[in-house]
């Protein structure tokens, strides 16, 4: 009889076993992992790794690397409790200390390959990349600037409160400003950011690389901002882990047809080649949902869609009509290989 060398098993995403060390709970809702890796681990600051949620393997997500190689002692997942979120939830009120988690290899382009000043602009959650990058900065880069615009709802909302205070006092090239829309304490800024903030805080915005990493409609409006106070295109890098938002027509169906076994289904105009798949129990693979780790890739042999990210993707992929199925919405009928 052949016995499972562990409980829990690796998937063909995630084959890095790690073991739970501690857990530090950074704000009501957020708790850093702290892990134990028996093997060598290779990643740069700001990248993510797909995590299995549960022993069964059937689910995978998506999270930031928060610590920085070199730098901490541990591999480091921080993670925001979310309602509902299988993964956040898991992660949150059942994994303890002497638990293992299986991870992919780091994933992921949020990553700073520039000596030039760093504009870093994070919210909420968003603050976990731009953490590990700028204990990298600081640590190998002591001419490099760097300035960070930290967005929260509340003091008690700050992640790494006190580590970002220590890097502040230490660093003289770091420059940070904290934001909280409520109940703002000295030395941080009541409301949010806003352009006129970053005019008058950030004068040589111009020759800065802008990275940025928070909710889609905060990224949005920071990546304008940027643009019109002179930022180029290729100086502004945002870390994606939402899905576009889509408009799906309840009134209008679209047929999308699978050849092996043939089927036929009926979905809305407008929905993502992800929903409708798992709408109709149709196998696919998704992590990150958010067009980023390519976990979901599907091919498409005909149809009307559209796509709103291809990484991960190679151009000979696209060329065959491969797809991210979180990132394709469905316009007109389809047919997958």
Known sequence: MNFPLFPDQPTALCQNRMQVYSVTQETPDVRTLSLINHDVYPYRPGQFALVNIGQSGDIQRAYTLSSTPGQSRFIQL???????????????????PGDYLWLSDAQGEFTCDTEQPLLLLAAGCGVTPVMSITRDVLAHHPAQSVQVFYSVRSPQDIIFASEWQQLAARYPQLNLTLLAENGALPGQIAGRLSQDLLQSRVPDIKTRRVMICGPAPYMQLAGDWAKELGVTAGNIVKEQFQATETVVSADQQLTLTRLMPLQNYRVPVGTTLLAAMEQHSLPVTAACRAGVCGSCKTRILSGDYQTTSRMTLTDEEV??????????????DVTLA
């Open 319 to 332: 060329a065959q009509g491969y797809v991210l199925a979180c990132s394709c919405q469905l316009q007109g």
């Open 78 to 96: 921080t993670v925001r409790r979310i309602e509902g979120g299988a993964g956040s939830e898991w992660l949150n009120e059942q994994v303890k």
